[in-house]
């Protein structure tokens, strides 16, 4: 109980039905049921029954020559309408087509939402540079908050006592790369930049030889309610092209923002 509330319960079918998913998610497909099983703390028989569950509904595939399973198409169909249906992508469109146009860099879009009790940055759709030398990205990719540039961007709407409950339901800090910042003296610091200059910058914090940087997208409240995130290689991020880029897209940070969405 916190704060005199009562802890909702949990359907631990739903849960292991979710960490099957999971675990085929992060290890691929191709899976034994024992690995399965094994992985996710279950006997065989539970494992099973579940397993053709989720495969009557689709979820999961079998594939009759080896008996692994995969995921299934359901899976992908229900991502794919989800992503096309955030009305967001499509606000965002034109912007983003404007800035490759102008300096031809990867542009995304990114969401927030909770992902095992911890808010995250979603990203749901991106336009991709043509040079050759790019960073990838892909929709459905999660970053944390606190060392990304979306995140922090989110983490700036927070007052004092939010950002200490924040920080301290995480407990000490993954360092995700050698230059990820774990000191909560330094983060705040980042995080009140971000609240004065409405951008933000992050270098290879999240990925060796990355850069992103972030303008937010509030709603009246101001909550920030999603943000548009350039990612290049650190070669081509110099300072004076930062900052070229950060002027290009704050106007259309304004925009998104006085839009009410």
């Known amino acids: 109980m916190e704060n005199g509330k009562k802890s909702p319960q949990t359907i631990q079918s739903i849960q292991r039905s979710l960490d099957i ?3 085929l998610v992060e290890h691929g497909s191709g899976q034994k049921l024992v690995s399965i099983a094994e992985a996710c703390g279950l006997n065989k028989a539970t494992a099973f029954h579940i397993i053709k569950t989720l495969e009557l509904r689709g979820y999961i595939e079998q594939s ?3 008996l692994k399973y995969k995921l299934g198409g359901k899976l992908f169909e229900l991502a794919t309408k989800s992503y096309q249906r955030i ?9 983003m087509a404007e800035f490759i146009d102008r300096f031809n860099e990867t542009i995304a879009v ?4 909770a992902i095992h009790g911890e808010m995250k940055a979603l990203c749901t759709d991106f336009k991709e540079s043509s040079l050759p030398v790019r960073v990838l990205l892909s929709t459905g990719k999660w970053l944390r908050l606190y060392a990304s540039a979306p995140g922090r961007l989110y983490l700036s709407a927070y007052d004092d006592r939010r950002l200490d409950e924040y920080f301290d339901a995480l407990g000490p800090l993954e360092k995700i790369t050698a ?10 610091e980042k995080i009140a930049a ?24 509030y709603k009246y409240s101001g909550r920030v309610i999603a943000s548009l995130c350039v990612t290049l290689p650190s070669q081509r991020a110099e300072a004076a092209r930062l900052q070229q880029m ?13 839009m009410d969405l």
Do not use: H
């Open 64 to 66: 009759p020559d080896s």
């Open 194 to 217: 971000c609240r004065q200059d409405r951008y933000c910058v992050e270098q290879e914090e999240y990925e060796p030889g990355v850069v992103n940087l972030a303008v937010p997208i």
């Open 110 to 113: 990114y969401n927030y939402a």
């Open 87 to 95: 009305d967001m992508n499509k606000i965002c469109e034109p912007y």
């Open 21 to 23: 998913l999971e675990f």
């Open 179 to 188: 230059q990820t910042i774990t000191q909560r003296t330094v983060l705040l």
């Open 246 to 258: 950060a002027e290009f897209l704050l106007p259309a940070s304004k925009e998104l923002s006085d």
